[in-house]
T-cell receptor, first 115, second 111 residues
Framework: DTAVSQTPKYLVTQMGNDKSIKCEQN?????MYWYKQDSKKFLKIMFS???????INETVPNRFSPKSPDKAHLNLHINSLELGDSAVYFC??????????????FGEGSRLTVL | QKEVEQNSGPLSVPEGAIASLNCTYS??????FFWYRQYSGKSPELIMF????GDKEDGRFTAQLNKASQYVSLLIRDSQPSDSATYLC???????????FGKGTRLHILP
């Protein structure tokens, strides 16, 4: 039973389209994240939600809109896709990021390719 | 100044030797430090975390933290080919509890 699951694993789409990635965690964690990993493997935080409330919103274009219907789910919708959006998007969760041992549990990643 | 810095490598180490991976961070108030391993095409997985100055050992892995120098390292003893991966240093920023990653160091263990 996968702890953090993302769908879809692969997305290939044209510039200008809109796409969504879904994430669910069954660990009972309060905090969920979206990270973007580019072709150089740099893992950059995009958003963080704690119990459905947005707590971290990095400098990300408005075309990216996260939504958390409940604390076990965090979705990412991307409008008007651009070539530079091509990356692997990782969902992650943690029990308490303020804890000294606040481990992140990652999903398998969703590889987005924009043509 | 970048928040978390690592040498991107690749770092090539003979099998059986000690691999030493280094990381520096900018936020002097950071409390927690993590090493994640990421195999190609896979998601990062936690190897170790450390929050007190000094060394922390777990099997073949030792994490070392020096808060005065804002430096954290990971030593891998008796390196195995299966240790070949990208190692990501991560730091919890004091100001906003964000977990920030370095760009990772590619480690290649030579059989």
């Amino acid at each position: 039973d996968t702890a953090v699951s993302q769908t879809p694993k692969y997305l290939v789409t044209q510039m200008g389209n809109d796409k969504s990635i879904k994430c669910e965690q069954n660990l009972g964690h309060d905090t969920m994240y979206w990270y973007k990993q580019d072709s150089k493997k740099f893992l950059k935080i995009m958003f963080s939600y704690n119990n459905k409330e947005l707590i971290i919103n990095e400098t990300v274009p408005n075309r990216f809109s996260p939504k958390s219907p409940d604390k076990a789910h965090l979705n990412l919708h991307i409008n008007s896709l651009e070539l530079g959006d091509s990356a692997v998007y990782f969902c992650a969760s943690s029990q308490d990021p303020r804890s000294l041992s606040g481990e992140l549990f990652f999903g398998e990643g969703s590889r987005l390719t924009v043509l | 100044q970048k928040e978390v810095e690592q040498n991107s490598g690749p770092l090539s180490v003979p099998e059986g030797a000690i691999a030493s991976l280094n990381c520096t961070y900018s936020d002097r108030g950071s409390q927690s430090f993590f090493w994640y391993r990421q195999y190609s095409g896979k998601s990062p997985e936690l190897i170790m975390f450390i929050y007190s100055n000094g060394d922390k050992e777990d099997g073949r892995f030792t994490a070392q933290l020096n808060k005065a120098s804002q430096y954290v390292s990971l030593l891998i003893r008796d390196s195995q080919p299966s240790d070949s991966a990208t190692y990501l240093c991560a730091v919890t920023m004091n100001r906003d509890d964000k977990i920030i990653f370095g760009k990772g160091t590619r480690l290649h263990i030579l059989p």
